[in-house]
């Protein structure tokens, strides 16, 4: 069978949702009208109905819309935002009632999702008018965050139109767009709890606010150029530069300087992607030598000159959202440098009212984090300081706090399936779903790597926004105070913690130090499967492919290339690949051509240094010896069995590099390789032995691939080969193992299943399986989603215990 698509229980329709609205699959709403009230038995003359409305309904809209139903229809009442979602009371004829509901159900705000709606009967007050009440004080529980979106159409019109009072205007909002989640101190979502607070509204921007029949209706951040936050351009010592903000930095970044433009979540820092002098000058100073910039296009049509992007990558890429979309290049060349050995340009479209202006006089920008390699995201002037100078020229500032740091989110769409890659700006905190509510408060910690944490409120889940890799204190502390304010934000006191099962890592530390008495550990790869069990509501036990770097297994080895017998409590390991030393430990992370030696060790035997292959000379500027020697003696070698390490291993052989300067350098380099293939046909096969546990031996594919290599085989088929045999392994050893147990559900995860090409191979293999083949589309493949799956092992334990 082909990836699934389906996603079968009625409680996972809040999550799913979200995936459909955002990507324009379906409508904004999979509440039906008649099922709502199929219970109520509707009075000859007026009926008062009670409506407790959850979703996206806070900041976004929801009342004036349901104002403006109401008076179209002659109905009286009010609706009022509370902490359990939008309350209405409405009365009026059946007819009217039954025309309302379906208007609120069938044609919402642009922006909202109604996930579920609580209808009761009410004691009519015969009441003629409509009103929109003031807000509920906190005290509440069912309340979403708002989440920040793209600067809508109507706003652009405006920000262009000399005739406005807004031309121009770098804050222009609505009802629609603008920020939302960056700014919010407290719940429900008014203007007194964002960091709003303090701009007085002028006479103008309040009758707008204060008009139901107005765009601006309680838009929370509303403002004009007589009342509202002010844009400034600062040099590299913090003094103001006069003239136009925008013109400055314009005329800066064409010139070849570097500048920070502060956004929704954090800065940027931008600088021109139009020749490699900029670029080079921007990794130098940021100490990043090669992980990839992301682009900022002017529009859809001028990113279609650079970049092939099929019908879901156009959606992602227009959609309220607008997420960073990993885009294959096609068109006008762009330097080298800004992703080297990479099949892929992240690509996104200006989102705030700032980059829009800032566009206007260029085709395409480096647009990235502003921070440095492996550090926070800046984003607050006191944090600027660090960079001005050292990397920023100058930068684009202004007087409206952040209040949460959120940077942009990332998408990559294999065989036609939006999957996130970075899970946070436009995406959190919207939550996730749980079958039932949990009666305890549950936080989960996630991983070291792509750090989140994840805190569950009766039958959801709120998951953190991408934090970064946790080994940098910056990091941990600003981990720690996003977990402060969520908490807080969210009224809950978690009693039940969960961590994954390396002792090593600052989460565990974490989990250690907050005095939470039940503490549940849970295995990493198993968190990875049940992370994508939760999303499609699967209760059946699966069978988990879950295949990355390294995860701290059962037996205390670190694990990467996992088939698992998944249950939402507890696992059993069916396959994986066979343990080979990790010389060097971490090191060899960074160094690809530790792990090759290691293999073609496998391959050949103790005699691999005087061994006649056509890797051999590769190995000869490092010193293999020595590490050879770790390797033999189990000296700073831990045993794995990761696939992320194989990758690397033949990414090295195939002379794509022996050093790395990220995580998963080699891998993406050695897919770039394989997108140029123009022989697919090619694959090795793993040699599969044990007994109660299957083995799987990588030898015959190193094998495969020298011999290749031997033959003048062109280095990029033998890359497609490669991919082409991870694939075949997935989908074959998985159906075998399906197939022995009566288990028609299988699982991907990890970060290994980042890989465009390794995703749609599989696919492909896929169509013709027995199983239904389950992808994320909620929450990263990579160590970003095992936070969910923390938290729903941790659930599924609680029950066990009861």
Same mark, same amino acid.
């Given at each position: ?28 709403? %999979? ?89 009761? !009967? ?211 060349? !762009? ?23 800032? %566009? ?38 202004? =007087? ?58 009766? =039958? ?51 989990? =250690? ?25 699967? =209760? ?36 994986? !690949? ?121 030898a015959p594919v190193i094998r495969g691939l020298l011999d290749d290599m031997e033959r003048g085989v062109a280095r990029s088929d033998i890359a497609a080969a490669f991919h082409e045999s991870v694939a075949r392994l997935v989908v074959g050893l998985s159906e075998k193992l399906a197939g022995e147990r009566g288990i028609a559900d299988v699982v991907l995860s990890g970060g290994v299943f980042q890989n465009r090409l390794l995703c749609e191979r599989i696919a492909a293999l896929g169509e013709s399986c027995r199983c239904r083949l389950h992808h994320h589309v909620l929450v990263p493949p990579n160590d970003g989603g095992i936070s969910f799956g923390q938290v729903r092992v941790g659930a599924a334990r609680l029950e066990k215990r009861a």
């Amino acid at each position: 069978m082909p990836l699934a698509r389906g996603f079968p229980f009625h409680w996972q329709r809040m999550q799913i949702a979200a995936i459909l609205w955002t990507f324009r699959y379906g409508t904004q709403s %999979m509440m039906n009208w008649k099922n709502t009230v199929a219970h109520i038995d509707f009075q000859a003359g007026t009926t008062r109905l009670k409506l407790i409305v959850g979703g996206r309904v806070q900041g976004v809209g929801f009342r004036p819309t349901v104002f403006r139903y109401a008076k179209e229809a002659s109905a009286g009442g009010f609706v009022k935002n509370t902490r359990e979602g939008v309350v209405i009371e409405i009365e009026g004829p059946a007819a009217v009632l039954n025309e309302f509901g379906r208007n609120i159900v069938e044609h919402p705000p642009p922006l909202a999702r109604i996930d579920r709606i609580e209808a009761s !009967l009410a004691e009519p007050a015969g009441e003629r008018e409509f009103v929109i009440l003031p807000s509920d004080e906190p005290g509440g529980a069912r309340a979403l965050f708002p989440i920040d979106t793209a600067t809508c159409g109507e706003c652009l019109r405006e920000l262009r139109d000399p005739g406005d009072r807004r031309y121009r205007y770098p804050f222009i909002n609505c009802t629609n767009c603008g920020p939302r989640f960056t700014i919010i101190e407290g719940l429900p979502y008014d203007r007194p709890r964002t960091t709003m607070s303090t701009f007085a509204m002028c006479a103008a921007c309040r009758a707008e606010y204060g008009d139901p029949a107005d765009r601006r209706f309680h838009a929370e951040p509303v403002s004009c150029p007589a009342c509202g936050p002010v844009l400034t351009l600062i040099d590299a010592r913090g003094k103001r530069i006069a003239g136009d903000p925008i013109d400055g930095a314009r005329e800066r970044i064409a010139g070849g300087a570097i500048v920070a433009v502060k956004g929704l979540g954090g800065y940027h820092i931008a600088c021109s992607a139009a020749g490699p002098g900029p670029v080079r000058t921007l990794r130098e100073r940021k100490r990043r030598p090669a992980k990839p910039f992301a682009l900022m296009f002017r529009d859809l049509d001028t990113l279609l000159g650079y970049c092939r992007a099929g019908e879901i990558e156009r959606r992602l890429l227009e959609s309220p959202e607008a997420p960073i979309v990993l885009l294959r290049r096609a068109g006008i060349p !762009l330097p080298g440098s800004i992703a080297p050995g990479n099949g892929y340009i992240g690509a996104f479209l200006p989102y705030t009212p700032v980059h829009h202006l800032l %566009m206007e006089t260029f085709d395409v920008l480096v647009m990235t984090s502003a921070n440095y390699t492996d550090e926070p995201l800046i984003s607050n002037e006191e944090e600027l300081e660090g960079i001005l100078g050292s990397i920023a020229d100058a930068a684009l500032v202004h =007087d409206r706090p952040i209040a949460h740091k959120c940077d942009d989110s990332i998408f990559f769409v294999p065989a036609g399936i939006p999957v996130p890659i970075r899970r946070a700006r436009g995406f959190v905190p919207e939550p996730a779903g749980l079958p039932r509510p949990v009666k305890r408060c549950i936080l989960a910690l996630g991983g070291q790597m792509k750090g989140t944490f994840a805190v569950s409120r009766d =039958d959801e889940v709120f998951i953190s926004p991408h934090m970064g890799d946790l080994g940098d204190f910056r990091s941990q502390r600003n981990f720690r105070a996003e977990l402060e304010e969520f908490i807080k934000i969210l009224e809950v006191e978690p009693d039940v913690v969960v961590h994954d099962l390396h002792p090593d890592y600052f989460t565990t530390r974490l989990a =250690d130090g907050l005095g939470i008495a039940t503490r549940i550990a849970v295995q990493h790869h198993h968190a990875h499967a049940v992370s994508v069990m939760a999303e499609y509501g699967l =209760d059946e036990p699966v069978i988990a492919v879950t295949f990355d770097g390294t995860g701290f297994g059962s037996d205390g080895k670190l694990w990467g290339c996992e088939f698992l017998l998944a249950r939402y409590d507890d696992f059993e390991r069916l396959a994986h !690949l066979a343990y080979l030393p990790l010389p060097g430990g971490e090191a060899a992370i960074m160094e690809p051509w530790r792990m090759a030696l290691v293999h073609l060790w496998n391959l050949f035997g103790d005699d691999v240094l005087g061994a006649a292959h056509p890797a051999a000379h590769l190995l000869e500027p490092f010193p293999r010896g020595k590490v050879l020697e770790l390797a033999r003696r189990g000296i700073n070698a831990p045993l794995t069995s990761s696939m992320g390490r194989l990758f690397d291993a033949a990414a090295f052989l195939l002379r794509c590099g022996g050093k790395v300067s990220y995580e998963a350098e080699a891998a993406v380099a050695l897919e770039a390789l394989a997108l140029d293939a123009e022989e697919n046909s090619r694959y090795y096969r793993f040699g599969l032995g044990g007994n109660d546990v299957t083995v799987i031996d990588p030898a015959p594919v190193i094998r495969g691939l020298l011999d290749d290599m031997e033959r003048g085989v062109a280095r990029s088929d033998i890359a497609a080969a490669f991919h082409e045999s991870v694939a075949r392994l997935v989908v074959g050893l998985s159906e075998k193992l399906a197939g022995e147990r009566g288990i028609a559900d299988v699982v991907l995860s990890g970060g290994v299943f980042q890989n465009r090409l390794l995703c749609e191979r599989i696919a492909a293999l896929g169509e013709s399986c027995r199983c239904r083949l389950h992808h994320h589309v909620l929450v990263p493949p990579n160590d970003g989603g095992i936070s969910f799956g923390q938290v729903r092992v941790g659930a599924a334990r609680l029950e066990k215990r009861a």
